[in-house]
């Protein structure tokens, strides 16, 4: 309990700083961490709630990781349409890595465990979370080259919704086709983080 507590206390730190470090945030803005560096692009910003998203400077490849293992805690999405309403990436993440734990590298805990900018909280986007993302791709791609780092990639990218214990659903970033994949397939993988 004292864990949980401390880290959201954290995270409402890091949510203060951030509101507070920019007059005017929107979609494309540079958000700074804790360190003074770019952390991070916003690609959605509800300003009447003062919340938003924002995705990670970097990206890697990696599988999903756990073929033959139905997440426990994590829905299942049996059609495309389904997976899309989906916005839980960070509960489908921290489920993903409670029964993967740290023994291989996977998509969700690379995400969990990214650092970038001082900032903690990172997750694996969930199928409606990367929609969102998409929508704004361009202004993000602009700003990513803007802090020195690589645009989104037209390719597809690991969602963490699952479909079943051997596939989970990705997404063409190209143009938003939406597909579930083997696990065990290397896909591109951009955490993000709500703040």
């Known amino acids: 309990m004292i864990k949980k507590t401390v880290f959201?206390?954290?995270i409402l730190i890091?949510?203060?700083s951030l509101k507070a470090q920019s007059g005017q945030i929107q979609a494309g803005s540079i958000i700074k961490g804790t360190n003074g560096k770019p952390a991070g692009i916003v690609f959605q910003y509800?300003?009447?709630?003062?919340?938003?998203?924002?995705?990670?400077?970097?990206d890697t490849q990696l599988p999903w990781g756990m073929i033959d293992i139905n997440i426990p805690r994590a829905d299942d999405y049996i059609n495309s349409a389904l997976a899309e309403l989906d916005f839980s990436?960070?509960?489908?993440?921290?489920?993903i890595v409670s029964q993967g734990g740290t023994k291989t590298e996977y998509a969700a805990r690379w995400c969990?465990?990214?650092?970038?900018?001082?900032?903690?909280?990172?997750?694996?986007p969930s199928c409606g979370e990367l929609h969102l993302l998409l929508s704004n791709r361009q202004i993000v791609n602009q700003a990513?080259?803007?802090?020195?780092?690589?645009?989104?990639?037209?390719?597809?990218?690991?969602?963490?919704?699952?479909?079943?214990?051997?596939?989970s659903w990705n997404i063409?970033?190209?143009?938003?086709?939406?597909?579930?994949a083997d696990k065990n397939a290397i896909?591109?993988?951009?955490?993000i983080r709500k703040f």
């Open 144 to 167: 990513l080259q803007k802090a020195g780092a690589s645009p989104i990639a037209n390719t597809w990218h690991w969602s963490s919704s699952e479909g079943d214990k051997d596939v």
């Open 172 to 180: 063409n970033m190209a143009g938003g086709d939406i597909y579930p």
């Open 46 to 58: 509800d300003a009447a709630a003062g919340t938003g998203y924002m995705v990670s400077l970097v």
């Open 14 to 16: 890091c949510t203060i």
């Open 89 to 95: 990436g960070l509960v489908n993440t921290a489920a």
């Open 112 to 124: 969990f465990e990214l650092h970038a900018g001082g900032l903690t909280g990172w997750y694996l």
């Open 8 to 10: 959201l206390l954290y």
């Open 187 to 191: 896909k591109r993988v951009r955490a």
